[in-house]
């Protein structure tokens, strides 16, 4: 069964770094698929902010482009979200999932709640 | 961007069909999906390239349309479906509709 689980802090002040993981099982990233990271705010509203694809390839949401960095650790079978000078407007439900293009994202994770507050 | 615009509710009794629209400000042909998120969980897929129902999922979900309009159906409602609906393009950089709150009449 593949299964997608976030994991990082659920507390980041404005102007620092939001680092968050999404473990694998079940699947091997480098297999296939874009590995993406998705957020949703409250309010309900959701936003795509990238993916990395099978082969290393990424690919980011323009309106965070100058922030984000996703990457990967291929041994571990994790990727990994990184948004720089984050500020409250940041704070949301961070959900990593996978894609094949057009095909949607048919695997989620659970979710991660990030607060952004000094 | 590609805009999806949803409308926001839609109040339902049990046993009914339920219809849902999304469209889009530009085609997407037919590369829309639609997702259902209940509270506290993750978006589940339902239908993917408009009209494809995902793996597992029952034949009372349906989807259709081209281009820019499109629709999302459960016929009949199950008490189980209550939840918010949301709409997805992969034509373009992915883009969400803002979500129906599917509610009992």
């Known amino acids: 069964e593949i299964q997608l689980q976030e994991s990082g802090p659920g507390l980041v002040k404005p102007s620092q770094s939001l680092s968050l993981t999404c473990s694998v099982t079940?699947?091997?990233?480098?297999?296939?698929?874009?590995w993406s990271w998705i957020r949703k705010f409250p309010g309900n509203k959701m936003e795509w902010m990238g993916y990395?694809?099978?082969?290393?390839?990424?690919n980011y949401n323009p309106s965070l482009k100058s922030r984000i960095s996703i990457t990967r650790d291929t041994s571990k079978n994790q990727f990994f979200l990184q948004l720089n000078s984050v500020t409250t407007e940041d704070t949301a439900t961070y959900y990593c999932?996978?894609?094949?293009?057009?095909?949607?994202?048919?695997?989620w994770g659970q979710g991660v709640m990030v607060t952004v507050s000094s | 961007d590609i805009v999806l615009t949803q409308s926001p509710a839609l109040a339902v009794s049990l046993g009914q069909r339920a219809t849902i629209s999304c469209r889009a400000s530009?085609?997407?042909?037919?590369?829309m999906h639609w997702y259902q998120q209940k509270s506290g969980q993750q978006p589940k897929l339902l239908i993917y390239?408009?009209?494809n129902l995902a793996s597992g999922v029952p034949a009372r979900f349906s989807g259709s349309g081209s281009g820019t309009d499109f629709t999302f159906t459960i016929d009949p409602v199950e008490a189980d479906d209550i939840a918010t609906y949301y709409c997805?393009?992969?034509?373009?950089?992915?883009?969400f509709g803002a979500g129906t709150k599917l509610e009992l009449k």
């Open positions: 079940g699947y091997t990233i480098t297999s296939g698929y874009d």
């Open positions: 997805q393009q992969s034509r373009n950089d992915p883009t």
């Open positions: 390239g408009a009209s």
């Open positions: 530009e085609s997407v042909r037919s590369s």
């Open positions: 990395i694809s099978y082969s290393g390839s990424t």
């Open positions: 999932a996978r894609r094949r293009r057009n095909y949607g994202y048919n695997y």
